[in-house]
T-cell receptor, first 111, second 112 residues
Framework: GQQLNQSPQSMFIQEGEDVSMNCTSSSIFNTWLWYKQDPGEGPVLLIALYKAGELTSNGRLTAQFGITRKDSFLNISASIPSDVGIYFCAGRTGTASKLTFGTGTRLQVTL | EADIYQTPRYLVIGTGKKITLECSQTMGHDKMYWYQQDPGMELHLIHYSYGVNSTEKGDLSSESTVSRIRTEHFPLTLESARPSHTSQYLC???????????FGSGTQLSVL
C-alpha cells in the first residue's frame, strides 16, 4: 500500500521557536489531514487540506497541500510547552477508500 | 468537538480471556474504524464499517472481530487474548464523503 514518510522523526526545540515538519509520498494524494496525539490519547484533528497549493491556518498552525500533491507541510509558530506530542499526517489517494497515516513526528519543547 | 467514546480506557487481563472493547459515537456518522497503535508508532487500520451490518478487514491482519448492529456502536472483540495483542486500540468515525476522521481516546490493552 501507500506509504507516508514524515520528517523529521523527532524534534527538540526551545519554547518560542518555529517548527516545520513535512510528509511525503510516492503517490498522489487528494486529501491531507494533520493530527496531534498526546500520550495515551487519541489523535486530534488539526487541519484538513483538500486541493493542491491550499494553505490553511488554525491559530499558530499552518499547513500546506504541496503543489505536486505528493507532499504536505505543517508549521507551528512560536511553540509553547503544550505543543509537545506526536504529529501525524494522513492522506487519501483518488482510488483509496481509507486514510493512510504517516510515521509521525515527535515534538519536544524545552523551556 | 467530536463525540466518540471508548471504554475501558485501560484494560489488563490474562492470556486466554475474551474481551470486548466498546466504541460509541453520538454524531450519527455512518463510517467507523478501528486502528491499532503501538506506543509512538504509526496507526494501522484493522477493521472498518461503512454502515449497519457492514464490516471489513483493514490493512493489518488482526485476530479480533467487529460488529455493527447499530449506527452508533462498533465493538471490537478478542475471543482469546494473547500478549501479542498488547497495544493501544483507537476507534474513529466520519460521515459520508467528509474526509475529517474523529478519534476516541483509545483503549490501552495489556495482556499478561
Amino acid at each position: 500500500g501507500q506509504q507516508l514518510n514524515q520528517s523529521p522523526q523527532s524534534m527538540f526545540i526551545q519554547e518560542g521557536e518555529d517548527v516545520s515538519m513535512n510528509c511525503t509520498s510516492s503517490s498522489i494524494f487528494n486529501t491531507w489531514l494533520w493530527y496531534k496525539q498526546d500520550p495515551g490519547e487519541g489523535p486530534v484533528l488539526l487541519i484538513a487540506l483538500y486541493k493542491a497549493g491550499e494553505l490553511t491556518s488554525n491559530g499558530r498552525l499552518t499547513a500546506q497541500f504541496g503543489i505536486t500533491r505528493k507532499d504536505s507541510f505543517l508549521n507551528i509558530s512560536a511553540s509553547i510547552p503544550s505543543d509537545v506530542g506526536i504529529y501525524f499526517c494522513a492522506g487519501r489517494t483518488g482510488t483509496a477508500s481509507k486514510l493512510t497515516f504517516g510515521t509521525g513526528t515527535r515534538l519536544q519543547v524545552t523551556l | 468537538e467530536a463525540d466518540i467514546y471508548q471504554t475501558p480506557r485501560y484494560l489488563v487481563i490474562g492470556t486466554g480471556k475474551k474481551i470486548t472493547l466498546e466504541c460509541s459515537q453520538t454524531m450519527g456518522h455512518d463510517k467507523m474504524y478501528w486502528y491499532q497503535q503501538d506506543p509512538g508508532m504509526e496507526l494501522h487500520l484493522i477493521h472498518y464499517s461503512y454502515g449497519v451490518n457492514s464490516t471489513e478487514k483493514g490493512d493489518l491482519s488482526s485476530e479480533s472481530t467487529v460488529s455493527r448492529i447499530r449506527t452508533e456502536h462498533f465493538p471490537l472483540t478478542l475471543e482469546s487474548a494473547r500478549p501479542s495483542h498488547t497495544s493501544q486500540y483507537l476507534c474513529a468515525s466520519r460521515q459520508g464523503a467528509n474526509e475529517k476522521l474523529f478519534f476516541g481516546s483509545g483503549t490501552q490493552l495489556s495482556v499478561l
